[in-house]
């Protein structure tokens, strides 16, 4: 049975950082695209940040947190990490890792929700001004 742990999340005061790590079992994820998508209160859920299969040498982010989070793979550990860095409020939200086989790794593809199969049950980041 495939699962997605994520870990990581908590309160954090705006400027500061948090890592999350999100944790893959049941089949090896090496070759899959891996993300993280966010949802905050009464907001669609949104595309963040997303690293390609293989080695990791590719990675997209969502214009509001590029240059802040960097997204990460060790594919011994099955693993995909999100280093979030200068947060704000507005950052606050529900953190959701992703991962698909499929996927095509261009940007149209990639903020689309509905084209990643597996999905991790969240974890919430509050970011306090």
């Known amino acids: 049975q495939v699962q997605l742990v994520e870990s990581g999340g908590g309160l954090v005061q705006a400027g500061g950082s948090r890592r999350l790590s999100c944790a893959a079992s049941g089949r090896t994820f090496s070759s899959y695209v891996m993300g993280w998508f966010r949802q905050a209160p009464g907001k669609e859920r949104e595309f963040v940040a997303a690293i390609r299969g293989g080695d990791g040498d590719i990675t997209y982010y969502d214009d509001s947190v590029k240059g802040r989070f960097t997204i990460s793979r060790d594919n011994a550990k099955n693993a995909v990490d999100l280093q979030m860095n200068s947060l704000k409020p507005e950052d606050t939200a529900v953190y959701y890792c992703?991962?698909?086989?499929?996927?095509?790794?261009?940007?149209?593809?990639?903020?689309?929700?509905?084209?990643?199969?597996?999905w991790g049950q969240g974890t919430q980041v509050t970011v306090s001004s």
């Open positions: 992703v991962a698909d086989g499929r996927i095509y790794f261009l940007p149209l593809r990639l903020k689309r929700a509905t084209e990643y199969a597996y």
